[in-house]
């Protein structure tokens, strides 16, 4: 009797086991709920713009950043690029490059259309293209010669050959320039095109195609555009983008604190506090393609301490280049390790960073037999007083600078001469080489492609951008090899050796980047903005940003064996 009952006490707890086991088993095979939040369609975009907005053309928005901004998202390109530089496709669906690099096979997107419904083609490509080749003044000088040396064709209605003289590597850069309509503008000039209707009913294949112009007594202030409902890449998720223009950077602001606007296109120094303290507001920033540098005339005979490499290490060992971006531009700029700019493709991490140092400064003028007076002055073997004439041009910000350089290199004994001129005279100076020492910004936007060969070449030191006169076969070299060059790879170390050979003799001295702050609402979400080439870039992805999403709770099934 007793052993039955054990028996039955058994059968009693591996029923239970059993049941239990069941239990969870089927609880973990039944639906789970997951309330993942998804992005949907709909919603509206607003953002303040500083400035005016002329004409809504891509070949004739060069000067004008608002244009720019709202073309950026009604037109299209061959080619854009990622963070790093590296071309991306855009109306280019693929493309092939010739072994020798003077040909480029373009091939288009089978389903890009224009707004109005038309096919994008080659002839839309030949088109836009002819108006760059063209003699027109609108043309950049050096970009209207280049084009002229350029031979293209029409292989199908959907692919082009673009045929250079010769091998030039950075050539997809200069495919980035936005398509127009031959179907409707075929037949006119640049020339033509100034004030055509067009510019104020404008037809693309980007994004977001034109909806209409706001005007207050007649003056444009705003302008709507819709989401393209074909836009090759998919329909961007927010319904419709608005722009609201303001005089200055300040008036947009207040326009945000206001809740007139969703962004801000750019948020000056004056506000940048403010805008960092308010909640909900999330502050993109970038560091924008401009150098700071100060150029030396490393061939000057009158100036014979610039042709010391020393020299020039104990200029920069002597600059407290953080403390100008942090009094001139609070905080808001990017220390420069060299001629390329951190982040692009052909960047070396590998360099040493300029550190400021008064010690190391001294040490290296010391070594190159210079002395020091009792009063400071740092003294010639000759027993002249070291002094530097430095170019200045004429604004606040350049002035501010300049202030502080001459106080960091009289620190180290040098007599610094500040000579404050016009941007025009300041350049026809270093273009004559009449100058020692000059204060200037190195324009690299729209240029992610480094190609440091203007400024550095010895081909470039008599005639062309190498203001410094600079000659060092060896690194001119690398510049050469480095443009003509298809291989990125092989690209890569050469303008690595480029970079080493720069910071070993210094031929002038690289300061700092200045940083793009954009504001926005943390309620527009996907939205990453890397380095950037134009403040335009940041819409380089505006098709996935969104607004709304879904909630609504989805099933996954866990299975079972």
Request: glycine share 6%; net charge negative.
């Amino acid at each position: 009797m007793r052993r039955f009952r054990w028996q039955l006490l058994i059968v009693l707890v591996t029923g239970l086991v059993v049941g239990l086991i069941l239990f969870f088993q089927g609880s973990a095979s039944s639906p789970n709920l997951e309330n993942t939040p998804s992005p949907i369609t709909g919603g509206s975009y607003t953002e303040a713009l500083v400035g005016d907005i002329v004409r809504l053309n891509p070949a004739l928005d060069r000067f004008n950043q608002p244009d720019r901004d709202v073309d950026r998202l009604i037109f299209s390109s061959l080619f854009k690029f990622d963070s790093r530089g590296l071309p991306v496709g855009d109306l280019a669906a693929s493309w092939d490059i010739s072994s020798d690099g003077t040909r480029y096979v373009i091939n288009l997107r089978e389903n890009a259309v224009w707004h109005d419904g038309t096919p994008l083609s080659s002839q839309d490509v030949l088109y836009t293209v002819s108006l760059l080749q063209s003699n027109s003044s609108l043309v950049a000088e050096d970009l209207r010669s280049f084009w002229q040396l350029v031979h293209v064709a029409a292989l199908s209605d959907l692919s082009l050959e673009f045929s250079l003289p010769y091998s030039f590597a950075p050539f997809l850069d200069y495919l980035t320039f936005q398509i127009l309509p031959s179907h409707l503008l075929g037949n006119l000039t640049l020339e033509d095109l100034v004030d055509h209707p067009f510019n104020l009913a404008p037809i693309g294949s980007g994004p977001y195609r034109f909806r209409e112009f706001h005007l207050t007594d007649g003056k444009i202030d705003g302008v709507s555009l819709e989401a393209f409902e074909y836009y090759y890449s998919g329909r961007p998720y927010i319904d419709e983008i608005n722009f609201k223009l303001f005089p200055d950077a300040h008036t947009a602001f207040q326009a945000y604190l206001s809740d007139e606007v969703d962004a801000v296109a750019r948020i000056d120094q004056a506000d940048l506090e403010t805008a960092l303290n308010q909640p909900g507001l999330d502050i993109h920033s970038c560091r924008l393609p401009r150098l700071t540098i100060v150029f030396l005339n490393t061939q000057n005979l009158t100036q014979p301490l610039l042709q010391s490499a020393n020299f020039r290490k104990a200029l920069m060992a002597g600059t407290n280049r953080q403390a100008m971006i942090d009094e001139v531009f609070s905080s808001q700029a990017v220390l420069a390790l060299g001629p390329i700019m951190p982040g692009n493709w052909a960047f070396y991490e590998g360099l040493e960073p300029y550190r400021y140092d008064v010690d190391l400064a001294r040490q290296l003028l010391a070594g190159e037999g210079y002395t020091w007076s009792e009063a400071g002055q740092l003294m010639t073997s000759d027993g002249a007083q070291a002094r530097l004439t430095l170019l200045v041009q004429d604004d606040q910000i350049h002035n501010q600078i300049a202030t502080i350089l001459a106080e960091n290199w009289v620190s180290i004994g040098i007599e610094v001469v500040l000579d404050v001129r016009p941007y025009a005279e300041l350049m026809t100076s270093l273009e004559s080489r009449a100058y020692e020492a000059a204060l200037v910004d190195i324009d690299l936007s729209n240029s992610p492609d480094p190609d440091p060969y203007p400024f550095w070449a010895e081909s470039q030191a008599d005639a062309g951008q190498n203001y410094s006169q600079w000659r060092n076969t060896t690194a001119s070299e690398y510049l050469e090899q480095a443009r003509t060059q298809p291989n990125r790879d092989l690209r890569v170390r050469l303008y690595r050796n480029f970079q080493i050979l720069f910071a070993e003799d210094l031929p002038s001295l690289p300061l700092f980047y200045p940083v793009y702050n954009y504001g926005m609402k943390n309620a527009i979400k996907n939205v990453s903005i890397g380095p950037i080439y134009d403040p335009a870039d940041r819409f380089n992805a505006v098709n996935t940003w969104y607004i709304l999403t879904d909630t609504t709770p989805s099933q996954s099934a866990t299975p079972t064996e």
